[in-house]
């Protein structure tokens, strides 16, 4: 029906018809889907099986779709309201029924309409990184709520997005007007929540991303030692020390494997994904 109401023909007399429809009344294609959204509705009201999803699609496309539109909307949605409305629904409807997959599409359609509004406001240029960051605590808080496979695989996603959002604190992608130090200390604080996670979890995906995250806090300890001596040493005598405490280090663990100090099991048994 929305299809259909779409411009099909460029005559006077339609074009005229088109022109007196969008003035006064509205862009047909707008009626027609809010027609589709009315009859979706009473029919989720009459218990109409899968009706619910056909009502809250049809009124997604209000994001698309508005009094005004007259050819095929632009993928990118000029509204941001209908997207949050259908993600606060799905959210309650998550929690009720304690979906995973519902709360997850919600979120998702809540941070859509975030991004929406972060867009048209003066902050574009934060979009794709709060964007990032709301994704990161979605996964986090709802990997941890959730132990089927779709909490499984948002775990996952966590841990990735952990270990990327430390290298982009560490390597000054973020926008953030910080000093290297600064920079460590978020790390360091990123670096322990996902320690902690993976202890009060027991979950491996998030002790790989404290592993990711402290060889990144790591290696921006050892630059910022490195940098400061190289100035008071020099280079040469700098990278001279820096090869024979690697090769010494490399030694220390031959030698604990060749004794049998090291853990034959590096992730215990009962840790899950």
């Given at each position: 029906?929305?299809?259909?109401?779409?411009?099909?023909?460029?005559?006077?007399?339609?074009?005229?018809?088109?022109?007196?429809?969008?003035?006064?009344?509205?862009?047909p294609?707008?009626?027609?889907?809010?027609?589709?959204?009315?009859?979706?509705?009473?029919?989720?009201?009459?218990?109409?099986?899968?009706?619910?999803?056909?009502?809250?699609?049809?009124?997604?496309?209000?994001?698309?779709?508005?009094?005004?539109?007259?050819?095929?909307?632009?993928?990118?949605?000029?509204?941001?309201?209908?997207?949050?409305l259908?993600?606060?629904?799905l959210?309650?409807?998550?929690?009720?029924?304690?979906?995973?997959?519902?709360?997850?599409?919600?979120?998702?359609?809540?941070?859509?309409?975030?991004?929406?509004?972060?867009?048209?406001?003066?902050?574009?240029?934060?979009?794709?990184?709060?964007?990032?960051?709301?994704?990161?605590?979605?996964?986090?808080?709802?990997?941890?709520?959730?132990?089927?496979?779709?909490?499984?695989?948002?775990?996952?996603v966590?841990?990735?997005?952990?270990?990327?959002?430390?290298?982009?604190?560490?390597?000054?992608?973020?926008?953030?007007?910080?000093?290297?130090?600064?920079?460590?200390?978020i790390?360091?604080?990123?670096?322990?929540?996902?320690?902690?996670?993976?202890?009060?979890?027991?979950?491996?995906?998030?002790?790989f991303?404290?592993?990711?995250?402290?060889?990144?806090?790591?290696?921006?300890?050892?630059l910022?030692?490195?940098?400061?001596?190289?100035s008071q040493?020099?280079?040469?005598?700098?990278?001279?020390?820096?090869?024979?405490?690697?090769?010494l280090?490399f030694?220390?663990?031959?030698?604990?494997?060749?004794?049998?100090?090291?853990?034959?099991?590096?992730?215990?048994?009962?840790?899950?994904?």
């Amino acid at each position: 029906m929305i299809f259909l109401a779409f411009p099909f023909g460029n005559s006077t007399v339609f074009t005229d018809f088109w022109d007196r429809m969008l003035t006064t009344v509205g862009s047909p294609i707008w009626i027609a889907t809010l027609l589709v959204i009315v009859f979706y509705g009473w029919a989720t009201l009459r218990h109409v099986s899968l009706a619910i999803y056909g009502f809250l699609g049809s009124f997604l496309l209000l994001a698309w779709i508005g009094p005004h539109t007259e050819q095929w909307p632009a993928l990118i949605p000029q509204q941001a309201w209908p997207i949050a409305l259908v993600g606060f629904g799905l959210m309650i409807k998550g929690l009720m029924e304690r979906s995973s997959l519902y709360q997850t599409a919600a979120s998702a359609l809540l941070i859509s309409s975030a991004a929406v509004l972060i867009q048209q406001s003066s902050y574009t240029q934060w979009t794709t990184d709060v964007t990032f960051v709301l994704t990161l605590l979605t996964a986090l808080i709802l990997g941890s709520c959730h132990r089927d496979d779709l909490g499984c695989f948002l775990r996952f996603v966590a841990s990735t997005q952990a270990i990327l959002v430390g290298y982009q604190i560490l390597t000054r992608t973020l926008p953030l007007e910080l000093n290297i130090g600064y920079r460590l200390l978020i790390l360091v604080a990123l670096t322990g929540l996902c320690l902690l996670l993976a202890i009060g979890l027991k979950n491996r995906w998030y002790l790989f991303a404290f592993t990711g995250n402290f060889l990144l806090l790591l290696y921006g300890a050892v630059l910022i030692g490195y940098q400061q001596a190289s100035s008071q040493f020099g280079a040469t005598a700098m990278l001279t020390f820096s090869w024979s405490l690697g090769m010494l280090l490399f030694a220390m663990l031959i030698s604990a494997h060749k004794a049998e100090w090291l853990p034959r099991r590096l992730i215990p048994k009962n840790w899950t994904a």
